[in-house]
């Protein structure tokens, strides 16, 4: 995948850890992780190879890590390749396993994973070229694992892959804490500042719920694109606003366990299944979505409302979460039991046994 966990903490570098610590634990396998950036070495007693592309060009294409990562690959000769994250690599691994008799499995990690590249935004010209080359690794590998029921349907009707298995995230269950009142209602938010998160949705929903004496608005997450920094410094004269840089899984994980209403201002492109919408309700957060919903589950399930793309609707359902206690504790509770029963360890032992397949069956015949 294109980082390790230590350099960029996405949802699905979080989940690779989750993964690899896994099968560290679990079997005796031998683990090896590519990536072009890490700042490790070793993960968990898991070797880290790095592709060594130059930090100019890897800012702009892919093009140049095919020879490292066909080397690597070689050197450590696997019997099965897992993929994930939609990038150029995917069709490098599918290459290698096609030259050297191996299996590929490739994860799913996002909605525009599985969509069309005309449908797919490119941001410059040299993606154009790179977008064909994760596809032909989409289409050779041996196995799809997808998050969600509707990344499985968008495989099929775009790519016509009728065969994706499909395994929920994983998150850990923590220990039950008690909430209190003492320091008022927290709204928090947390993602990468990118475009496709519209960071400055938030920035927008404490403006508009400032009135609210009670209620302090949190955002967390790493400036990827510097069209925030002003956005940020502006946003510092507001009283009800606090934006905390970038922070580890663990104090993330701290500021959930106080947190009431957690807010996703994303793009559906933007997103596959979030594993913060899970590291909420395992902490009985109510979630509140402008756009992403997968499988419809916030309706499905009545664990949390979507906002239906509104910004005016955004404000109402978060405002009527913080002045109505009772609506927001009914819906914790039901978003808790349904966070236990689908996302625990199990889903990580289902990955396994995929691999433990593909790493002993012949591969798949190529079209």
């Excluded at 960029?8 to 570098?13: D, H």
């Excluded at 989409?138 to 065969?163: C, K, M, N, P, W």
């Excluded at 029963?341 to 591969?363: C, D, F, K, M, V």
């Amino acid at each position: 995948m294109p980082a390790h966990w230590s350099a960029t903490l996405g949802g699905a570098e979080i989940q690779m850890r989750y993964l690899m610590h896994h099968l560290r634990q679990s079997s005796h396998h031998e683990i090896s992780l590519v990536c072009r950036r890490a700042t490790l070495s070793v993960d968990n007693g898991i070797p880290i190879y790095c592709t060594g592309t130059p930090a100019l060009i890897a800012r702009y294409t892919y093009l140049l890590d095919y020879p490292m990562v066909h080397r690597l690959l070689r050197k450590i000769d696997p019997d099965v390749v897992y993929t994930r994250v939609a990038s150029p690599l995917v069709g490098y691994a599918a290459r290698y396993c096609n030259t050297h008799g191996k299996r590929l499995v490739h994860h799913i990690a996002r909605m525009d994973d599985v969509m069309p590249r005309e449908l797919v935004p490119i941001r410059n010209r040299i993606q154009s070229f790179e977008r064909p080359i994760y596809e032909y690794g989409l289409r050779q590998a041996d196995a799809v694992i997808t998050q969600a029921s509707y990344q499985a349907d968008l495989l099929r009707e775009h790519f016509g892959r009728t065969d994706a298995e499909v395994i929920p995230n994983y998150h850990p269950a923590p220990p039950k804490k008690d909430k209190t009142d003492a320091q008022g209602q927290t709204v928090l938010w947390v993602a990468n500042l990118k475009a496709a998160k519209r960071p400055e949705i938030f920035v927008l929903l404490a403006e508009t719920c400032a009135d609210l004496a009670n209620a302090q608005f949190i955002m967390v997450g790493a400036v990827q694109d510097r069209r925030y920094e002003s956005m940020l410094e502006q946003s510092a004269s507001l009283r009800n606003f606090r934006y905390m840089g970038p922070l580890p899984l663990e104090e993330v994980n701290q500021l959930m366990d106080s947190a009431d209403i957690f807010v996703n201002t994303s793009t559906s492109f933007g997103e596959g299944f979030p594993n913060t919408f899970i590291q909420a309700w395992l902490r009985r957060v109510a979630v509140v979505s402008l756009e992403v919903n997968p499988d419809h589950i916030m309706d499905d399930r009545q664990i949390g409302i979507c906002s239906a793309s509104s910004i005016e609707q955004l404000v109402l359902d978060v405002r009527t979460l913080l002045l109505g206690p009772d609506r927001l504790q009914l819906m914790t509770a039901t978003a808790y039991e349904h966070a236990v029963n689908n996302y625990g360890a199990i889903n990580l032992s289902r990955i396994q046994s995929t691999l433990e397949r593909n790493a002993i069956a012949a591969p798949r015949k190529r079209i």
